[in-house]
C-alpha cells in the first residue's frame, strides 16, 4: 500500500526581517505486509518547520525512516523505528543531521487500558556559524491509556 502527497509550502511574515519561505512539501508512505503479523513500513517528508531560532523564520525539514511493527501476542504489538532528518535553516548559516531510533510496544491491558512503553535515542549534530549544540538523548517513556 502506498500514499503520496505532493504540494507546495509557502509562508509569509509580517516582520521584513524574515524572508518568505517556500518549496516543495511531500508526504509519503509506504507498507509492506511482510506476514499477517508484521507490517514493514518506508516513510518520507519535506515541509517547512518553525525556528525557535533569533533570526530564522524556519527550516526546510527532510525526513526519511523505516518501522517494523510486529504482533507477537494478540494484545501486544511491537514497535522498532529507524528516522534521518536534516534541517536547513533559512536566513543563517545552519543544517542539522538528526538521526533517531526508537524501540516501543502497545500492550493491551483490558478493553479500556494499553499500556505504551517506549524508548528513544536521538543524536544530533549541527554545522554552520550559527550551530546548535551537539545532543545525545535517551529518554524512555511509559503511558497508560
Known sequence: RVAVGVGYN???YDN????TLSGLAVDARADYYVTTLSTLSLVASRKIEEAAIVNSAGFVATRF????DHELLRN???NLTGQMQRDDFKNIDRKDRLFLITAGADYSISRNWTLNPKVDYISRKSRGQ???PQMNEL???VTAS
Do not use: D, H, N
Open 65 to 68: 525512516g523505516l518501522r517494523l
Open 16 to 19: 521584513p526581517a524574515f524572508l
Open 76 to 78: 501486544l504489538r511491537l
Open 139 to 141: 529518554r524512555m517513556l
Open 10 to 12: 509557502r509562508r509569509t
Open 130 to 132: 550559527v550551530r546548535g
